[in-house]
């Protein structure tokens, strides 16, 4: 980025960034967007009835603290809770201080975007491997044959796999004689390029997968390679597996009998080669079930830790955590906790179900769960019940404007950045720290400060309560807060395991390249106590069994009885390369165009329902009903619409100018907060059943 002043002149991809490798995507020039925007808060402030009134920070401190303080005062710690929004993995200081806050509200009841998202993979990884950030991800610079289910990273440039500049390391892949097949219910931008499409019923991947293993078996194609020996439970699958013949699944799953076999045959055949499932497979009923089967296909074929298929990065800062599941329930469905958090999906009827420990208070951090999470319109209202609400959040947008104070922190140029997350799952080792690109002016603060104040605030509250009561004073969380966020990295560099500090980084302002992906990982990630491989522990055995249940009745890709609702259409989502989940939508320069969020669906449909191309329709679903146009296009499948999520910027009370003007409705209208993942609660957002008819 080249500045002049507070402005940014001038932004390039950067090619000696040995990750990136001066690739960038459409959505970084509108970081300058998002720094000028006029809308962005600049400033805290308190709803006072319909109007918002600026103040500065002592007060809104002082303010949220006390409505905070009032709420676990009165109904215990637990009537409090908090939403942590996916851009919190984006930005270094909201990252850092959300351990801070969770430490310190001290509440059970957490929720956060990982909930309609990865829980899934990372319940599969805690499971398999005993980590539940231990995530191997393709080695797409080596691969020779990709085998790409429910993700379309051409539009997400890759998830849990960071891949800048994937669709030349796809091609790559092709020039070097490779393969790349997708497997989809929609032909995405991803499976145009690919070798081969196969479109698949919503929800119905664990089938594909189990009579992919079922061949595996039969025709004794088990070579696990570096996992040789360390595998448990491959009977288990083995005698499932039996059940699923290719031609068993072919017609729930749409996918030919001789397809499947065909694909196995080229997988066994490629030795570097890997399965790469990702957001398709984890937003549905059996979405930890799909994420362990399709370990189960890398690692019984030798696919994994070796060159080309599917590895372990080796982050400068690993995070190792082994994640524990079910410590306690969610109050009203008695859902697990896995991870220190239960699903987004009980947040509303946490909020509006009476009893005690009803909650009453929400503390939110990039987040926008009004859009994000199913059954949008339910948590309005839960929302609007609440005693107290604050939000961490440039935006007052659906979601925030529930609040009684927003704190906004400063744009995120105005931090340094290193990325926690994304190093961990990135297809190259690599270490970048970037410095802040503006300074930050007086009372622009990031999320660290905001958090280090508000904690404070808090907690001289609760030390005053202590103090007349007799009680024992807590620690003032400022003195952990102390240090700067460069500080904090610089330790944790410090503690990781390639000897690097902030001061060594900042030599390599492009990043550090610190090589490709590295065999022998499994001896280094593998964190059961007894170093073993478990394909099939309790809780997936359970999964097997409830699936052979449905397959027997015929309801898999269902997530209710067939027929039982809806005129036979699955609904299924979308993202788009110019457009992040709910937000970016405020952005001049990315909301050229036409309009985005339509309703695809085949022209089959269109004929057999009546509907022409461009006609408005109404989509409805068990919780709702959203009124959108429908585009018609075989890149759909027959049965299936899909509808791309975050949009719907029309709902009152907003301050978002440019988004509020692009039109769109909520997908998340339409999903249902009752319908989620067998083992981990993530909601199910795909595979919806849903109404299509003319409006
Ligand atoms: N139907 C359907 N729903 C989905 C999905 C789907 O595929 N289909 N995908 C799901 C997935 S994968 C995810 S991750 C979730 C996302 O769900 P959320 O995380 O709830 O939503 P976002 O749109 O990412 O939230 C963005 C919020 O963060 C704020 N923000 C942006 N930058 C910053 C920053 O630097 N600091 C702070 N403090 N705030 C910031 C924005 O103003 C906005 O309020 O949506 C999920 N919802
Ligand atoms: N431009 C852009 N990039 C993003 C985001 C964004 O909003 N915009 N969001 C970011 C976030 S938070 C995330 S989590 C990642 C997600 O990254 P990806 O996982 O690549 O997400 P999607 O592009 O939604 O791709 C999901 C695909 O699953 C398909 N699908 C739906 N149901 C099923 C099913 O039952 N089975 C199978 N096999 N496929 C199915 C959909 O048709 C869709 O093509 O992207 C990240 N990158
Ligand atoms: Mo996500």
Known sequence: METEQDRVVKIEGDENDPLSRGYICPKVFALVDLHEDPDRLRRPVIREGDSWREVEWDEAFRVAAQGLHAVQ???GR??????????????????????????????????????VDQFPHMLAAQQVFGGQLTIAVPDV?????????????????????????????????????GKVVVIDPRRTETARLADRHLFIRPSTDPLLLLAMLNVIFADGLVAPGAADGLIDGAELIEQHAANYTPEAVELLTGIAAADIRELVKDFTDEPAAAVYPRIGTCLQPYGTLVSVLSLAVNLLTGKVDREGGLMFPHAAIPNRSRGRYGRWKSRVRGMPEFAGEIPAATMAEEMDTPGEGQLRGLVTMAGNPVLSTPNGRRLEGALEGLDFMVSLDPALNET???????????????????????????VRDTARFSQPVFEAADGELSEWEISRGLLSELVRLRNEDAAASGGEPEADPAQAMSATVTEVIDMMLAGGEHGLTVEKLSEHPSGLDLGALKTGGLARVVLHDDGRVKLAGDM???????????????????????????????????????????????????????????????????SRLDLADGQLVSVQSRVGRVDIPVELSDEIMVGVVSIPHGWGHDRPGTRMKVAAE??????????????????????????????????
Not at 89 to 103: F, G, K, T
């Open 141 to 177: 610079d080596r691969c020779r044959m990709l085998i790409i289910m429910g993700a379309n990273p051409l539009a997400s440039n890759g998830s849990f796999m960071t891949a800048p500049g994937i669709r030349g390391r796809l091609r790559a892949i092709q020039k070097r004689g």
């Open 540 to 606: 997936v055995e359970g999964e097997l069994e409830r699936l052979a249940a449905d397959f027997a009745r015929k309801r898999v890709g269902q997530v209710t009885e067939p027929d039982a609702e809806g005129n036979g259409m699955l609904l299924v989502g979308r993202r788009h390369l110019r457009s992040n989940n709910s937000w970016m939508h405020n952005c001049p320069s990315l909301a050229e165009g036409k309009p985005r969020c339509t309703a695809l669906i085949n022209p089959a449909d269109a």
């Open 400 to 426: 925030t404007r529930f609040a009684n104070v927003i704190l906004p922190p400063r744009n995120s140029l105005m931090n340094p950045q290193y990325s926690l997350a994304f190093h961990q799952l990135a």
């Open 78 to 115: 637990d009537t409090l809770a908090t939403y942590f929004g996916n851009p919190t993995v984006h930005n270094l200081p909201a990252q850092l201080s959300a351990a801070m806050l969770i430490r310190t509200l001290d509440s059970h009841v957490r929720f956060s975007a990982s909930t």
């Open 73 to 75: 005062k009165t109904g």
């Open 662 to 695: 692009a039109g769109g409705v909520s997908v998340n209208d339409l999903t249902d907060e009752a319908q989620t993942e067998g083992l981990t609660g993530n909601a199910v957002l795909n595979g919806v059943p849903v109404t299509v008819a003319a409006a």
